[in-house]
């Protein structure tokens, strides 16, 4: 089958005038652009990169969703309340109620939506800090991310909706109370100016911006991140010249398992402990509840002062979540035939990881954990050989601070008014997480707010 790539439109074809304009080609600006143009939008993407899809390629674990088809062909009963009460304790309580209960009430149809659109996410799994499985991914148990931009891409493409790739917002503009249009640098037709009847930011995070991280986040200047060069904060400085203002912009998320040992730095999924790893020290001896949340397994780590930390994992969890074969591609990854032989290749204590992996079959086996609590990811245990290790040490991986928004994604001034014509969505926005992103809601928050700011600018423009 051929590989597809993307058209991107030619700037030359750019139009004067849109009813609604994206900025940003992740999964909230995609899904946005297909709602409102079923809505009976025209509507445009502009992405500043040449690289399409932002962060949302990077996802690997999964998209939570409650009370789905998919959880209930797995036998899986679960509940919207449930699922608020994890997230809400995950943020630390700090969640804006808001967002989050509107957030909750939608995964059902978000997972539907797409799989009407193609885009099947027909499997589960498990994410920390979930007291069920939550997290759907496609069925052939690969990356969620790459997946869903691809999926979300086809949809662009069959329903002509022009993205237009090199092409960097320098300003919106304003008149009166409204955005009414921006300002664009095209890298091939220069500068020009763009009426919109309602615009959209959904330009991601800003965790490769170090003045920003200087100012906000000071003690996270050492630490490398996972994310895409674009994520610079460009779509808040949007919001702010035109009235809008930031909440939460200190809470920046560390990702426990990060492989750095390279030039690059490689986000391991959540899913590969979601599917029964666990993480060592150096004595070869669990430390930490691996499923407990993203902030508690990043300070155990850090409390071990050993530069990060193992994970180790067998051909079985390997079958079971199909990032881990292009870890290994990468480089990313040590195999043994046994437990001893990897042992030696990750520079553990082969005595002691032998009678950890044994105990910890043996807390799989009996569904309790009786060492560090853990409840949930225990499906298999670490049995089948060959065995894998990958050497893990916590960065940065998304900024849970951003543009304030209400659930009908407008955009607020600091005294709590909507800025007419102009949305926000996805990792540029803030509130929703609270102090701590629970693995599997981001790629839920571009598709649930992605769809409701495509449908609230509808409303928007064909009511004017």
Known sequence: MAKFIFPKANPVEMK???????????????????????????????????????????????????????????GIVDSQESFYEDTLKGG?????????HYFVTHTESAIDWLYNHNINLTDITSTGGMSQKRAHRPGDKSAVGGYLVKGLQKQLAYKQIPLFAGTKVLELI???????????????????????????????????????????????LDLKTTNHPGATGDGMKLATAVGGT???????????????????????????????????????????????????????????HEDGATLILDQGIRDAFKA?????????????????ELADKANLDAKNLEETVAKWNEFQAAGEDTEFGRTTAMDRGITTGPFYAIHIKPAIHYTMGGIKINKLTEVLTEAGDAISGLYAAGEVTGGLHGNNRIGGNSIAETVVFGRQAGKQAAKYVLDL
């Not at 993407?45 to 062909?73: D, H, P, Y």
């Not at 309602?198 to 200087?214: D, K, S, T, Y």
């Not at 881990?324 to 001893?340: E, S």
């Open 92 to 100: 630390g309580g700090t969640n804006d109620t808001e967002l989050l």
């Open 16 to 74: 004067d005038s849109y009813d609604f304009v994206v900025i940003g080609s992740g999964a909230a600006g995609m899904t946005a652009a297909i709602q409102a143009q079923e809505l009976g939008l025209d509507v445009a993407i502009f992405e500043k990169l040449a690289v399409l899809g932002g962060n949302s390629n990077r996802a690997s674990s999964g998209m939570n969703g409650v009370e789905t088809f998919v959880q209930l062909q797995n």
């Open 246 to 304: 930031l909440v939460d912009m200190n809470k920046i998320q560390i990702h426990p398992t990060a492989q750095q040992d390279t030039d690059h730095v490689y986000l391991i999924g959540e899913g590969v402990r979601g599917e029964g790893a666990i993480l060592v020290n150096r004595a070869g001896q669990r430390f930490v509840n691996e499923m407990t949340t993203r902030d508690k397994a990043t300070a155990a780590i850090n409390d071990l």
């Open 174 to 220: 304003k008149s009166g109370d409204q955005v009414t249009g921006l300002k664009i640098n095209n890298d091939q037709i220069g500068e020009k100016t763009v009426n919109a009847k309602a615009v959209l930011i959904a330009a991601g995070g800003f965790a490769q911006n170090r003045e920003m991280l200087a100012e906000y986040a000071p003690k996270l």
């Open 324 to 340: 881990i074969d292009f870890y290994y591609a990468m480089g990313l990854v040590m195999k043994g035939a046994t437990l001893a």
